[in-house]
């Protein structure tokens, strides 16, 4: 209304805690954050060590197989319309045999859930996991999403932190001291990200045997699955779904260089039915009747995509990868200011330590330097 001829009282506005909070978490906002304070008469090139995207990279490029099925898909005519909440069962189909192959038992189509990249499959775990007074444990270093999701839907989270004298382990220990009768799950992401560890098969079992002593399931992030290239081979954690139940996150955007086509899948790795006898299961469709799809054009393209691409496409990625980290690993090796506590074995990331006082020393000496410049 307004108040005698002055300006209108509005009575909506766009400020929201929550909103802000859970935003300032993620890694955009983090960048946001860093690219503000850049100096724009600055002229120098900005290199991103934070690129989560391979494709921006000309090096990395996705198969032709993959380009000619998202072409044959759009041109069929077939996935112009909506697609059901869960996915289309010919991609879900695919997907569940993808994923059996290499577990001791079948996925059903009726496991997979088609979601919006990876994102939005943590989104809907996280929500359906999220009641009052609940918590979850999520990994130290991490991916901060997880943190940005828990906190806009009000689920308290704990941290355990990785072991980087132990190959960024779990700590198990610290894993049964936080968990409380409160717990819900606890989340994993193997190839790791931001450590670039890959966990071996007697880890990981003993992952599962203590979340099934917490009574707890186990949110397996594995959006980065088989980029591997140590000594470890990558295990999904759905192997143990006999153990405990486990939630599969997964997407086609890493390991085919398309994070930009937003293809994930949420995959119910529990073949004892705990998630459907809990109501994990029916809730999960709750949380997809209310949100949107992905594309049903890229959904068509799955089968062929998985179906068909080469294992040299594959090969060549991971290729490319050793050698990257193998460069990076060495060069770290020859500045005294940082570390790197563990070789990178899988995914695209590798973690260093950087020592505050050797930094500080040469951030000084810099200054020192400059002023001495100015006087002379």
């Not at 059996?100 to 929500?127: H, K, N």
């Not at 980087?164 to 990200?193: F, Q, R, S, Y």
């Not at 980029?227 to 997407?251: A, Q």
Request: charged share 20%; hydrophobic share 40%; net charge negative.
């Amino acid at each position: 209304m307004e108040n005698g001829g002055g300006e209108i009282k509005w009575r909506f506005g766009g400020e929201n805690e929550k909103i802000t909070k859970a935003g300032k978490i993620t890694i955009r906002g983090i960048l946001d954050i860093l690219k503000c304070s850049l100096d724009s008469n600055d002229d120098r090139t900005v290199i991103p060590l934070g690129h989560g995207d391979p494709s921006a990279f000309p090096s990395f490029r996705t198969s032709e197989v993959a380009e000619d099925a998202i072409v044959d898909a759009v041109r069929s005519a077939n996935f112009n319309s909506y697609s059901p909440t869960v996915g289309i069962l010919p991609a879900r189909r695919a997907i569940a045999e993808h994923l059996s192959r290499d577990l001791p038992y079948e996925l059903s189509p009726d496991d997979v859930f088609l979601t919006i990249g990876c994102t939005q499959a943590v989104e809907v775990a996280l929500t359906v996991l999220a009641r009052p007074g609940a918590n979850i444990l999520l990994p130290r270093p991490g991916f901060p999403y997880y943190e940005a999701r828990a906190s806009f839907n009000n689920l308290e989270y704990r941290h355990f932190d990785l072991l980087p004298d132990k190959g960024w382990e779990v700590d198990l220990d610290a894993v049964e001291a936080l968990a409380d009768e409160n717990t819900v799950a606890m989340v994993i992401i193997n190839p790791g990200n931001p450590c670039g560890n890959v966990f071996s098969y007697q880890h990981l079992k003993k992952v599962a045997e203590t979340a099934r002593r917490l009574g707890i399931l186990v949110i397996a992030d594995e959006v980065y699955d088989h980029l591997t290239f140590g000594s470890n081979p990558f295990v999904p954690m759905g192997v143990f779904g006999s153990i405990v139940p486990v939630l599969t996150l997964g997407s086609i955007s890493k390991r085919w260089i398309v994070p930009g086509w937003r293809l994930g899948w949420l995959v119910t790795s529990d073949p004892n039915g705990v998630l459907k006898k809990t109501k994990i299961v029916q809730s999960i469709m709750g949380c997809l009747n209310i949100s949107c799809d992905p594309a049903t054009f890229i959904q068509g393209a799955i089968p062929h995509i998985l179906e068909n691409t080469k294992a040299d496409f594959f090969n060549k990625i991971i290729s490319l990868l050793r050698q990257s980290a193998d460069i990076c690993y060495e060069e770290i090796k020859e500045i005294n200011c940082i570390t790197c506590p563990h070789k990178p074995e899988g995914s695209m990331f590798v973690m260093v330590r950087y020592y505050a006082h050797t930094v500080l020393y040469i951030l000084h000496l810099c200054k020192f330097m400059q002023m001495t410049w100015l006087l002379l």
